[in-house]
């Protein structure tokens, strides 16, 4: 994320000095156009990275879920193999 704001500072920088220096204003709104494309492709980049994650974090639980189903179907064909609440608390 900070370097998304870096790039749209550069190009904030760059289009203020365009409008002090006339002389070189097509060069620099070109220099600014060019940080803005940067800062949008690393958006989207961060942003597809992000979803990754989630997708992670989203199969991690489901894998979960499937194996409390798997352990409880045990548990109950097996009485007596449940463990009690104090042995389920952390020590």
């Given at each position: ?12 920088l760059c289009?203020?000095?365009a ?6 204003r ?18 989207k ?7 990754r ?7 991690l639980?489901?894998?979960?879920k ?11 064909k ?14």
């Amino acid at each position: 994320m900070k370097n998304i704001l870096r790039l749209r500072t550069m190009g904030s920088l760059c289009r203020q000095q365009a409008a002090h220096h006339p002389d070189r204003r097509w060069k620099l709104l070109a220099e600014a156009e060019y940080w803005y494309h940067k800062a949008q492709n690393a958006r989207k980049l961060s942003d597809a990275a992000i979803a990754r994650s989630y997708l992670d974090v989203q199969r991690l639980r489901d894998q979960v879920k499937k194996a409390e189903r798997n352990c409880a179907l045990k548990g109950s064909k097996q009485p007596g193999n449940q463990l009690s609440d104090s042995e389920l608390r952390p020590h």
